[in-house]
């Protein structure tokens, strides 16, 4: 039979994350894994902790240069049509 770690309190999770414990009730809607001992009583696995935080951890890549082209990606906007397709109304307020 394998050990069971020590379930967390909201308090002792909170402070691994270093964040207030309703930031945790949120963290839990973005899918921090958590337990549910009785109704109320919610506890948290390190190795769930830890885990969220390996989910969350951003992998920033080098910028590629830029081009020296100078169109856009969408294409040539003609701004005399885009111009006469506007209205000279004056919203209502």
């Known amino acids: 039979?394998?050990?069971v770690s020590p379930?967390?309190?909201p308090a002792e999770a909170a402070?691994?994350?270093g964040v207030c414990e309703k930031t945790l009730q949120q963290?839990?809607?973005r899918g921090l894994r958590y337990v549910t001992v009785t109704r109320g009583a919610i506890r948290y696995r390190a190795d769930d902790l830890h885990a969220y935080i390996e989910a969350?951890?951003?992998r920033s890549e080098p910028r590629k240069p830029k081009s020296g082209?100078?169109?856009s990606r969408s294409g040539?906007?003609?701004f005399a049509e885009a111009l006469e397709?506007?209205?000279t109304r004056k919203r209502k307020r």
Do not use: G, Y
Request: with cysteine; proline share 0%.
């Open 85 to 87: 397709q506007t209205t």
């Open 27 to 29: 963290c839990r809607a």
């Open 7 to 9: 379930l967390l309190k």
């Open 56 to 58: 969350q951890t951003c």
């Open 69 to 71: 082209n100078m169109t």
């Open 76 to 78: 040539v906007v003609d």
């Open 1 to 3: 039979m394998a050990a």
């Open 15 to 17: 402070a691994i994350l």
